[in-house]
C-alpha cells in the first residue's frame, strides 16, 4: 500500500508540474523532511533557487500579492506535497 502510495504522489508532482509550467518536462523530484523549526528556512532557499521573477504571484494576499493558483492558501513557486507518515 506505501508503494502504491508513493507512486500515486510521484504521478501527481509529475501532473502538478506539467499543469503549472507547461511543456517540456524539466524538473527535479526531490523529497525533503526537515525539521519543524528549519521548514521555513527550505522554503525560503527553495523560494530563492525557483526564483521566476514573479515573486509577487506567489505571495500571500495579505503581503500584496494575488496568492497564488486559485486562491489556495499554500501557493509557493514549485510544487510542494506534504505526506503525513504517522
Keep these: 500500500v506505501f508503494s502504491s502510495?508513493?507512486?500515486f504522489c510521484a504521478v501527481r508532482v509529475?501532473?502538478?508540474s506539467i499543469l503549472r509550467y507547461g511543456l517540456p518536462p524539466?524538473?527535479?523530484s526531490v523529497v525533503l523532511a526537515p525539521s519543524v523549526k528549519g521548514e521555513k528556512k527550505v522554503r525560503s532557499i527553495l523560494e530563492e533557487l525557483c526564483d521566476s521573477g514573479n515573486r509577487t504571484?506567489?505571495?500571500s494576499?495579505?503581503?500584496g500579492g494575488m496568492g497564488g493558483?486559485?486562491?489556495d492558501a499554500d501557493t509557493h513557486p514549485y510544487v510542494c506535497f506534504t505526506i503525513n507518515l504517522v
Excluded: N, Q, R, T
Design 61 to 63: 494576499e495579505d503581503d
Design 69 to 71: 493558483l486559485g486562491g
Design 5 to 7: 502510495w508513493m507512486h
Design 26 to 28: 524539466s524538473f527535479l
Design 57 to 59: 504571484f506567489w505571495k
Design 14 to 16: 509529475f501532473a502538478e
